[in-house]
């Protein structure tokens, strides 16, 4: 763990990641701002993965990472934090957030995202804005972001209004 102390900042949390080179640089994103990534298990992937280990470079190492085997274990570990989802079906743009220190930042799956079962259980689900987004009824926009790109957004963001940037 590096210096920076991980108990007043927000945590990041990846429910059953599926791509190692994600999971890999958003380690780099958790370290650079200083946040613990917490995995949700399973993943799609090993931890001695190859392209894990390039995409977080030798900063993998110095990561505050933090597995757990179930939401439900998880959940239980941090009952006084507020569980933030992230997900592109929200209206609830991450700029209307008053974050807090203890926030948990949560991220689903590549694939198919967080399952309802697993947002119901949350305080709070935001999406992040896209005007370059896929409309209804029209297949010109994007459909979402990528995880890693998603996470360094409101990673920002969050420490941005909490002011635990030096800007």
């Keep these: 763990m590096n210096s920076i102390s991980h108990l007043c900042r927000p945590r990041v949390a990846l429910f059953e990641p599926r791509i190692p080179q994600n999971t890999g640089t958003i380690g780099r994103t958790c370290l650079a701002f200083g946040l613990s990534l917490d995995i949700i298990k399973p993943t799609g992937f090993s931890f001695e993965d190859k392209y894990l280990k390039r995409a977080g470079l ?31 079906k929200s209206n609830n743009s991450i700029s209307s957030i008053k974050y807090k220190n203890s926030d948990i930042l949560l991220f689903g799956r590549e694939d198919n995202g967080l399952p309802d079962s697993i947002m119901n259980k949350c305080n709070i689900i935001a999406g992040i804005p896209m005007p370059g987004g896929e409309s209804k009824g029209s297949n010109c926009g994007v459909r979402s972001l990528n995880l890693s790109v998603a996470c ?16």
């Design 58 to 88: 030798d900063y993998w190492s110095n990561v505050d990472l933090n597995l757990y085997e179930s939401f439900d274990e998880y959940q239980n570990k941090f009952i006084t934090s507020r569980i933030i989802a992230f997900t592109k």
């Design 152 to 167: 360094g957004i409101v990673s920002y963001s969050a420490c941005l209004n909490l002011k635990l940037l030096n800007i």
